[in-house]
């Protein structure tokens, strides 16, 4: 059986080779628990600090068998790009692999998470400093990293590849959750719709969930990081060379082109 740290080296050197891989690099794990301690040497193993975390759904099929209906990635520095109107942002893609935009709700915290606490919605709130439009870019070196189940999605970064901020969304407290909308399209084509109530509890749920995620695993939460929490319009493949426009009213459009990842 391979272990995690075999496991973790594989999709590190995969990434920063910017190689695909044929095929999942060992024994896939059974449980959640042996997914994020490869997730954790990984981690440890990437040459650049963690910037924030994105949080995905666990699919409701695996939900009873893992205990978990989120599930939780790291997004590093260097794989963060701030979006301004008119800007058009290239995504590195590793051909061969897996990549997918998701327009989101990208939260960044005010304040520390402290060491202990309730981790409940409350608390949660308490601790956003602003919420964004934004995309995530899913991304994995391997192709069938989705079809293979959740917990090699979070084997490998939660098959996270990049975060974009865009623009603050103002007045989100006081605003009808369906009233916040979001639309995604690839090459023109509307391939998901959705709004801040199409995230189970809003994104101030998904948010409590990775408070009570990484101190459960030791890990800090500084003021400033930024979390994506969830799919508003699904998750779409994009190919390489393809473009994206992803529309928040309000918030605008944030703009994308997929280009060929280069090693690092």
């Known amino acids: 059986m391979s ?8 999709f590190v050197a995969a990434r920063r080779a910017a190689t695909a891989l044929p095929d999942y690099p060992g024994t896939i794990p059974d449980h959640l628990t042996q997914s994020y301690d490869i997730q954790d040497v990984a981690r440890s ?21 893992l205990g978990a209906m989120r599930l939780a990635g790291p997004v590093f520095d260097g794989n963060v790009w701030d979006y301004s109107e008119g800007q058009v942002i290239d995504l590195p893609v590793i051909p061969g692999g897996f990549a997918a935009v998701e327009g989101e709700f990208v939260v960044k915290l005010g304040a520390d998470m402290p060491a202990t606490g309730p981790s409940d919605e409350a608390e949660a709130k308490s601790l956003i400093g602003s919420i964004h439009a934004g995309i995530e870019l899913a991304g994995s070196p391997l192709a069938t990293i989705n079809k293979l189940g959740p917990t090699v999605v ?15 969304l103002k007045g989100w407290e006081d605003a009808a959750p369906e009233s916040l909308t979001v639309e995604t399209r690839i090459e023109g084509e509307v391939v998901g719709t959705g709004s ?36 508003v319009t699904g998750i779409h493949d994009i190919a390489l060379g393809q473009s994206s426009t992803v529309t928040f009213v309000p918030g605008g459009e944030i703009k994308v082109r997929t280009v060929q990842a280069q090693p690092r």
């Open 196 to 231: 801040f109530a199409s995230i189970p509890g809003t994104p101030v749920q998904a948010v409590a969930f990775l408070l009570a995620h990484c101190r459960a695993r030791g890990i800090a939460l500084p003021a400033g990081t930024l979390i994506t929490t969830g799919a």
């Open 45 to 65: 193993l990437w040459p650049t600090p963690v910037r924030g975390w994105k949080i995905g759904m666990v699919p409701p099929a695996f939900r009873e068998k």
């Open 154 to 168: 979070v084997s490998d970064f939660g098959n996270n590849a990049g975060l974009i901020v865009g623009p603050e």
């Open 3 to 10: 272990t995690a740290q075999e496991i973790a080296q594989r």
